[in-house]
């Protein structure tokens, strides 16, 4: 299943109903990859949250992505995993996981290209807007950096950081495959109304430049 659309990405600190639930929404929704995503708990509780969202993302046949840890998506059988420029070296993961998706971080066009190079299937733009979800996020790259990527390399590109309904548009058009928002969807009142809003947003604007 190629990495295209709207991309949700679990956050236990935002989630007003829980990830089980904001995951079960996104789905109805029509999110297609969802990523656990958690830096604080143990690697006990880890993996039993991440075996549960397997569970509820096979039943949908949808994408499973566990962020930073090789072993927890091993553990949890998951589709694949992302991994930041300090996490395990890609080779290390390709080695560990096989066919599974792998996912890169990129802060650069040349960090982008180093991971197509050693085999990544997507890289992640990061971050195009100021974003307080992650603390460590950087400085905003602006969309120039989704550009970038995109003449850069051939895999999909995934845009994250301060997206939102308002500024979507600008993302969409610079060209990201795959696009994330976290506060922008768990802050919201209904997270299953703004996803669906957002991915049909995202179908309509790819079908039509697909044409
Ligand atoms: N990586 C780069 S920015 C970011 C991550 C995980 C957080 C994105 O969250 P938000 O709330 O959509 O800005």
């Not at 989630?15 to 929704?29: C, H, L, N, R, T």
């Not at 990523?35 to 039993?48: A, F, G, P």
């Amino acid at each position: 299943m190629k990495i295209k659309g709207f991309y949700f990405v679990t956050d236990s600190k935002l989630s007003k109903q829980g990830i089980f639930s904001d995951a079960e929404q996104a789905i109805v929704a029509g999110c297609k990859i969802i990523q656990y995503r958690e830096n604080k708990k143990s690697s006990k509780e880890m993996l039993e949250e991440a075996l549960q969202l397997k569970k509820i993302c096979a039943k949908k046949n949808v994408l499973f992505i566990v962020n930073n840890r090789v072993d927890i998506a091993l553990a949890a059988n998951a589709d694949g995993v992302h991994l930041g420029q300090d996490d395990l070296p890609l080779a290390v993961a390709r080695k560990l996981l096989g066919k599974k998706i792998i996912g890169v971080t990129a802060h650069s066009a040349q960090e982008a290209i180093v991971a197509e190079k050693q085999g990544a299937d997507y890289v992640s733009a990061s971050a195009i807007f100021a974003t307080t979800t992650k603390k460590d996020a950087g400085k905003p790259k602006g969309i120039e950096l989704i550009t970038e990527l995109k003449q850069a390399v051939k895999i999909p590109v995934v845009a994250i950081g301060g997206i939102n309904e308002e500024n979507l548009q600008p993302v969409l058009e610079a060209g990201a495959d795959s696009i994330v928002m976290i506060s922008a969807i768990l802050n919201s009142d209904n997270v299953k109304e703004t996803v669906a809003r957002v991915v049909e947003r995202i179908n309509c604007f790819q079908a039509r430049e697909k044409k």
